[in-house]
């Protein structure tokens, strides 16, 4: 699912709200997401998963055309852990329940 493809379902399931005011709401949920993440804070949604900051520290890695050792600095990445409740229903759905059928 795309945003666009988040933007149209809301719009559909909201039929007061405009196309518009659907894709200012979900772009003012993801920024305020973007910000709290940015900042350092853990962003927990009930029943779906939580987000939050992983540190991954320097390390030595190896330049794979020269083989030559580079220094790779510390990281803060993104991390999602899903709740209870979303692992729950993946894991009753099929797994080709919404897999590609070109794969």
Same mark, same amino acid.
């Given at each position: 699912?795309?945003?666009? #493809?988040?933007v149209?379902?809301?719009? #559909?399931?909201?039929?007061?709200?405009?196309?518009? #005011?659907?894709e @200012?709401?979900?772009? /003012?949920?993801?920024? /305020?997401?973007n910000?709290a993440?940015?900042?350092?804070?853990? &962003?927990? &949604?009930?029943? @779906?998963?939580? @987000?939050? &900051?992983?540190r991954?520290?320097?390390?030595?890695?190896?330049?794979?055309?020269?083989g030559e050792?580079?220094? &790779?600095?510390?990281?803060?990445v993104?991390?999602?852990?899903?709740?209870?409740?979303?692992?729950?229903?993946v #894991?009753?759905?099929?797994p080709t329940?919404?897999?590609?059928?070109?794969?």
């Amino acid at each position: 699912m795309t945003r666009s #493809d988040l933007v149209d379902e809301l719009a #559909d399931r909201f039929g007061q709200l405009t196309l518009r #005011d659907t894709e @200012f709401a979900v772009k /003012a949920i993801l920024d /305020a997401m973007n910000e709290a993440l940015v900042k350092g804070h853990r &962003i927990e &949604i009930r029943g @779906f998963g939580s @987000f939050s &900051i992983n540190r991954r520290p320097p390390r030595m890695g190896r330049n794979p055309r020269s083989g030559e050792s580079v220094a &790779i600095p510390e990281k803060r990445v993104p991390h999602f852990k899903p709740g209870k409740a979303l692992r729950e229903e993946v #894991d009753r759905s099929t797994p080709t329940d919404h897999m590609d059928k070109s794969l």
